[in-house]
């Protein structure tokens, strides 16, 4: 937790009308450094939230929740 890397993208181009997708790839990383051990038991974490502005003044917020689908990669 004491270190977190942000990613800001807009994606209002890449919008379709009608349904679109979201995908993540997520990396992470977990070497143990001189300054941090970091063990055997690290987890990695995600956060996602979007704002949609609808032409019509209507807000549409999308986050991330137990929902969302995720696998692991080899």
């Known amino acids: 937790p004491d270190y977190q890397n ?4 807009q994606l209002g181009k890449l919008l379709r009308k009608g349904k679109n997708t979201i995908a993540l790839s997520v990396v992470h990383y977990a070497k143990s450094t001189p300054n941090y ?33 995720a696998m692991e990669s080899n």
């Open 37 to 69: 051990n970091y063990g055997n038991n690290v987890k990695a974490g995600l956060l996602f939230n979007m704002l949609i502005e609808v032409g019509s003044g209507e807000n549409i917020l999308i986050v991330s929740d137990t929902s969302w689908k």
């Open 6 to 9: 942000i990613d800001t993208i």
